[in-house]
């Protein structure tokens, strides 16, 4: 679980740098873990200088060579409750490739929008998780960045910022401009991310 928890801060942070970077004077909310944003589906609140504020749902994936999304369709088996990105009210779904050193933004709606007839087509995936001596299942449908990138508009991809140390010790790419996703093939599992 600490590696999960872990990979899922540090996608948030990653998440606030980006979006605080995007526009400058904005400021970043995190309502994680207050309940009147769990059952909606928002990590972050991002109150442009406008005073516009956008629902932010964050999820992080370790994995070094995947070129999938994992979209959260049963959040916990066995209790039968709808995944995140059914339900999710957010704007933004911001998802991170850590290894890959990759930050990619999809609207949330146009994103869900485009899926939902399509969804037969994707092969879904369980992810396991233990807290304590409790133990769920999450299942997931695993999508390719490439379609998601052909099918719905304004998807984004921005190289992340990497710090000395772990992260940079995987070989990640030089920072540059954002640019439309393009994707690979690879295999797929479950993100680690907080909503």
């Known amino acids: ?98 290894s890959q050193g990759e930050l990619h933004v999809l609207p949330m709606r146009a994103t869900r929008e485009w899926f939902l007839p399509r969804a037969k087509e994707y092969p879904l995936k369980h992810a396991f998780t233990q807290t304590g001596a409790i133990r769920y299942t999450t299942v997931g449908a695993v999508v390719s960045v490439r379609d998601v990138a052909e099918g719905v508009p304004g998807v984004l991809r921005v190289p992340l910022k990497r710090k000395a140390g772990a992260e940079a010790e995987a070989g990640a790419p030089a920072p540059e401009a954002p640019s439309p996703v393009a994707g690979g093939k690879d295999e797929a599992g479950g993100p680690d991310g907080p909503g």
């Open 1 to 98: 679980m600490r590696g999960v928890q872990g990979a899922a801060d540090r996608a948030v942070q990653h998440a606030r740098a980006w979006l605080l970077e995007t526009e400058p004077g904005s400021r970043v909310h995190d309502v994680q873990e207050d309940p009147r944003f769990q059952h909606r589906g928002v990590d972050l609140l991002w109150e442009l200088p406008s005073g516009e504020v956008r629902g932010i749902e964050v999820k992080g994936d370790r994995n070094a060579t995947r070129r999938r999304y994992f979209f959260e369709l049963v959040s916990n088996l066995e209790k039968d409750t709808p995944g995140c990105f059914l339900y999710s009210g957010a704007d933004l779904l911001v998802y991170v490739f850590l």
